[in-house]
């Protein structure tokens, strides 16, 4: 994993462009900060590394940070832990973005964990919400980036909805 001191963020790029502002924000997320309303430092976060569906070298080696701060409290992590690198494993195959080369082994590795991190989790009350998001990160980790992105869409009206049709056709 990137250390948050190494100067190699100033060569990866996010949406506004030198990441060397973004190992400030991952540490913030020690202390598992509720990513709900806009909280920082979560908004500032999406807005630079999944800027509107867009992923940078920036992203992947901040997966591994925010996976880490899950894996220190499952139980006390809200949905945005779950869906941040399921949405960032979703953008990279949807736009076959490359990792870079140094950063892909730690990348990877962090994703393999989710699903461990997301039975970690199921001990607590999910709202569907929380559920959506998990059952993303457990798809994108297992190497299935559609479900993922469908899972995420999957509220329980859409999902009558599409059982509906599914019966139909």
């Known amino acids: ?33 509720s990513s709900e ?59 076959g973005v490359s990792v870079p080369d140094d950063i892909a082994p730690a990348y990877f590795e962090s994703l393999s964990r989710l699903p461990a991190l997301v039975g970690s989790a199921a001990a607590r009350q999910w709202d569907e919400g929380v559920l959506r998001c998990a059952l ?7 190497g299935q980036p559609a479900v993922a992105e469908a899972v995420l869409e999957l509220s329980p009206e859409v999902a009558s909805a599409f059982m509906e049709w599914f019966h139909e056709r």
Not at 49 to 76: C, M, N, R, T, W
Not at 78 to 91: G, I, L, N, R, T
Not at 136 to 142: E, L, N, Q, T
Request: net charge negative.
């Open 136 to 142: 993303s990160a457990v798809a994108a980790a297992k």
């Open 37 to 95: 309303n806009d909280n920082e430092p979560w908004f500032s976060l999406w807005s630079a590394l999944a800027h509107q569906g867009d992923v940078y070298s920036a992203s992947f080696a901040a997966v591994p940070h925010v996976i880490e701060a899950l894996a220190s409290s499952p139980l006390k992590a809200d949905c945005s832990y779950f869906q941040f690198p399921a949405w960032v494993e979703v953008c990279r195959a949807k736009k």
């Open 1 to 33: 994993m990137l250390g948050l001191e190494d100067t190699r963020w100033s060569e990866l790029q996010h949406a506004y462009g030198a990441a060397s502002d973004i190992p400030a924000l991952l540490r913030q997320l020690s202390d598992l900060p």
